[in-house]
């Protein structure tokens, strides 16, 4: 079996957080975060957080997040993630700035689960940013 292309597909009620600073360092993921993407918590702490970034997200999409939640916006979107088996899942995110008591920003990510139609649209769309020049 070729588990570089196998899904792992999310529980319905699956919801996976996770925090980062502002340069995208993981500072915290809930219990299914970590057990989607297939590491600790103590492996994910401390590490840029597209260690979970699948190659076939394009470029744009990761560019139109980070422009959106530095300005101060909430960005939503489908996103393709990798595991650390090499696997991938689909989510749903919803990434929100946030600025805490001690004046640190930072972003929460929430994740649901997204629907079959949802990603094999999303899969098409996102070939077809990967064909274009990036």
Known sequence: MDIL???????DTAFLVSETD???IIRFANDEFCRYAGYT????????HNIVRHEDMPRAAFKDLWDTVKSGNIW?????????????????????PFMS????????????KVSEKEAEKYTALYTEMKA???
Do not use: M
């Open 5 to 11: 292309n196998k899904e792992v597909l999310l529980e």
């Open 22 to 24: 502002e340069k995208g």
């Open 41 to 48: 918590i103590e492996a994910l702490v401390g590490k840029p």
């Open 76 to 96: 939503r979107g489908f996103v393709k993630n990798k595991t650390k088996q090499g696997k991938f899942y689909w989510v749903f995110a919803t990434v929100y």
């Open 101 to 112: 008591c001690d004046g640190t920003k930072g972003y929460i990510s929430c994740r649901r």
């Open 132 to 134: 274009q020049k990036e």
